[in-house]
Every structure is written in structure tokens, then in C-alpha cells.
């Protein structure tokens, strides 16, 4: 592995709180050193000058469709995305075709993620086999294998007993439960928000209690069985107070929200236009009020994408006909610093928390830091240029997006993974 020295940057880093201009130099695919005035003739410089440089960003919920769906992604096209957003660590969610419920299957993707993804592709496991909520997978197996992390994403676990038991498993494992709160008995077809921008449409609507009915059932369910519970997509101001509660009485539990939830609402939605039809829908406006509150007083832990690309066909059939999900890997920092940082919502520092050093703990990686000693996964952005977002430019396939043509700050320029330049903005 080359020697590197990442020169004069602007380093922030939420282990150490360290935050201000200094060099990093790596070595053997780990941060040596961090201090200023660094040199080494050996190494090669990265001019920082101007740059911000971050842990790597870690997001905990992508979808990458492989196996089962390659034309809509696959794990060497999603892995180019995260390492052009800045990602260096990701968690794959277990929906795929088959559903990722066994050892042989998981590995499947970690074998294939060794030799074609740039970036570090942890694969979650789900919580029943097939994905069909009657049967709980080999969680011994599958932890011994080294899973960290299990979900039914894209559903619930709608069987309170069978979501108790996996919950207990987890525990004893001491492993995470990503949830995706939704009670699929309370959608009715609904495919947008349930409010006056669906009547006007004349969408069926998908109301704020889908979210929080299970919500609250899996708080109760982690308290009473001591799991680390992590719930996905927040989407509502309900949801965000029921997990401030649960803080509060020494429950388990740590949230995320997505860029177009703390963003967009049903408002913005220009019609019959299925890039912004996602799952949970975009909410109102005190919704978005609250999710942002959430980020700041520490009630949402992290900032996640729900990354899930389509084919252009498949958005393009219309709001009722259309699958759920936008693409989200190389806009999540742009849109972060974009809408909460440059206003002053979070600090830069606040920032690097909610994207890299809160998920890493979440999952129990060794990412999210730029301590010494540590893994040299680093992102550097420049935070001063602006630029269109433009979904053609995307190296994911995917471009299913409800950002097309808006300005944003914030490119990345390099990304590192193990000291290796796996992303160069030229």
C-alpha cells in the first residue's frame, strides 16, 4: 500500500472532537499520524488546501439489488456510487432476490463485495426466512458468520411475537435490529402521504399511524427484551417523540432519517411524478420540522439514505403503478450540508457525527474516526463549490431521483478506503 500525506485540510473529526486545519499521513492503510508541519518523501500528497476532510461516511441503509436485481444495481455499480458520495462503509439491506437469510446466501455478497466494491459492504441479515415473517433465521449461524446487523426491510415483522423472539435473539448476540416501521394491515394501496396533496392528486394515502403503530409496539417489545434497536427511515414527528421517550427510560433504541425526509414534503411533489414516491412517504411540514429538531438535539442518531435504485421504465409508469425508493448515495452529503449545515441547523462536526461516527458505533465497526491507529477511511469535500445535480453524472444505476436540477454545495473530491484513492473528482 502507497504512502500517503493528506496536506492542510480542514480535519473534522468527532472521536477525538478535533476540528482545524492539519496534515494526515497514512501508511499500511492507516492513519500514522495527524498534526501539522507532517512530511514524508516517501509518501503521496493530497493537497487539501480549502478541503474539508472527514471520516469516510458510514450509511446504514443501501440497497443494492444484487443478487436478484442487477439491472437496477449491483454490488460493483453501488459500491462506485458510495465511494463518489463520500461513502466508505455501507450496510446492504437483506431484500434481495433471494432474501438474505442464510450463510450461503450472505456470502454470496461478501465474496463478491472483496473483489469488485471500492468500499467496505457489510450485508444484514434477515430476521425470517425468505422474508416471509413465520420463521426465524439461523441467527447463531449467521452471527458467528459475522453478521452485525438483521432486518426485514421493506417490511415489518407483523407477527408481535415472532418480532419479541428476534428481538431476544438479537440480544443474546448482541447484535442490531434495523427496523422499517410500517403496519402493511394500514396501508390500503396507499402510495403518498395521506393529506390534502393526495385528495388533490387522487392518490390513496398512506397516514403518519402506519409509521407509528409499530413504532411504538417495538419500543415497548425492546424494553421488554433488552435489544439494540435501530429504527429506518423516520419519517414522522410522532415517531421522533416516541423515540425521544424511549431515550429518556434507558431503552435501546437509535434512529435515522434520509435527506428527503428531512427536505421534501408532499408539497413538493409536482404531480404524477413517481421520483418522488418513496416508502415511508414525504410528510408535511411539521413532520420535516421535527425530524430536523430530532437531528439536532440528538433524538436522530444518524443521517442514512435508503438508497434503492430503479430503472428508468419502472419510474416512468406513474404514482399508483411505480415501485417505492430513490437513489441517495451521491447526493446525501451535498444535500446534508446543503439544507443543514450552510443555514447553521448542525455544525460540520454535527455533521461527521451523524454520517460517520454515530453509524459506526451503531454497527460496531472500526470507521467513523480519524484517530491514529485507526482505518484510513477518509472522505474530503469541497463544501465551497456548487453545482446542479445532475442524475446523468451518477455511477450508480440508478437515477431515480426527486433532486434532478437542484443547486447544492459540497462535491467530494477524494475518498480513501485503507489509504487507497478509490474516488477522485478530476
Not at 440497497?63 to 446492504?92: F, W
Not at 441479515?125 to 458467528?144: I, K, Q, W
Not at 393529506?195 to 398512506?206: L, R
Request: glycine share 8%.
Amino acid at each position: 500500500m502507497k504512502k500517503r500525506l493528506i496536506k492542510n485540510g480542514y480535519i473534522v473529526d468527532p472521536a477525538s472532537r478535533f476540528e482545524g486545519i492539519a496534515d494526515i499521513l497514512i501508511d499500511d492503510g492507516k492513519i500514522a499520524k495527524v498534526g501539522r508541519d507532517l512530511t514524508d518523501p516517501q509518501a503521496e500528497v493530497i493537497d487539501a488546501s480549502g478541503l474539508v476532510v472527514m471520516p469516510g461516511l458510514v450509511d446504514l441503509h443501501v440497497h443494492l439489488r444484487d443478487p436478484g436485481q442487477t439491472y437496477k444495481e449491483d454490488i460493483s455499480t453501488g459500491g462506485e456510487a458510495a465511494a463518489h458520495g463520500g461513502v466508505t462503509s455501507l450496510l446492504a439491506m437483506p431484500n434481495t432476490r433471494p432474501p438474505m437469510d442464510s450463510v450461503n446466501r450472505i456470502g454470496y455478497v461478501v465474496n463478491k463485495a472483496k473483489t469488485q466494491a471500492p468500499v467496505h459492504i457489510y450485508q444484514a441479515s434477515s430476521m425470517t426466512r425468505g422474508m416471509n415473517g413465520e420463521e426465524l433465521v439461523d441467527f447463531d449461524a449467521n452471527c458467528e458468520y459475522g453478521v452485525k446487523a438483521f432486518s426485514e426491510d421493506g417490511k415489518s415483522v407483523m407477527n408481535g411475537n415472532l418480532m419479541r423472539e428476534a428481538l431476544r435473539e438479537a440480544a443474546a448476540h448482541d447484535v442490531v435490529v434495523c427496523e422499517h416501521s410500517e403496519d402493511i394491515t394500514m396501508v390500503c394501496g396507499g402510495v403518498m402521504n395521506a393529506d390534502e396533496n393526495a385528495k388533490k392528486f387522487g392518490f390513496p394515502g398512506i397516514g403518519n399511524e402506519v409509521e407509528d403503530s409499530i413504532v411504538a409496539r417495538d419500543i415497548v417489545l425492546a424494553r421488554a427484551t433488552g435489544a439494540r434497536l435501530h429504527f429506518c427511515h423516520c419519517s414522522t414527528k410522532d415517531s421522533v417523540w416516541m423515540i425521544a421517550e424511549a431515550k429518556k427510560h434507558g431503552v435501546h433504541v437509535t434512529a435515522e432519517v434520509c435527506p428527503h425526509h428531512f427536505i421534501l414534503t408532499s408539497d413538493d411533489i409536482p404531480g404524477d411524478d413517481a421520483n418522488f414516491k418513496m416508502n415511508p412517504p414525504l410528510r408535511t411540514k411539521a413532520d420535516v420540522e421535527a425530524l430536523r429538531q430530532g437531528l439536532v438535539d440528538g433524538t436522530i442518531d444518524c443521517i442514512s439514505t435508503d438508497h434503492a435504485p430503479h430503472s428508468a421504465d419502472e419510474k416512468s409508469r406513474g404514482f399508483l403503478s411505480a415501485p417505492f425508493g430513490i437513489t441517495g448515495l451521491e447526493t446525501s452529503a451535498a444535500l446534508t450540508y446543503t439544507e443543514l449545515v450552510k443555514p447553521g441547523i448542525l455544525t460540520l462536526m454535527q455533521m461527521a457525527e451523524k454520517m460517520s461516527y454515530n453509524p459506526a458505533k451503531i454497527l460496531r465497526i472500526d470507521a467513523g474516526t480519524l484517530s491514529e491507529g485507526a482505518p484510513a477511511d477518509i472522505a474530503i469535500f469541497d463544501f465551497e463549490h456548487e453545482y446542479t445535480i445532475d442524475p446523468g453524472k451518477f455511477l450508480s444505476k440508478g437515477k431515480n431521483t426527486p433532486f434532478a436540477g437542484r443547486r447544492v454545495f459540497g462535491k467530494c473530491k477524494y475518498t480513501l478506503v485503507l489509504g487507497n484513492l478509490v474516488w477522485e473528482d478530476r
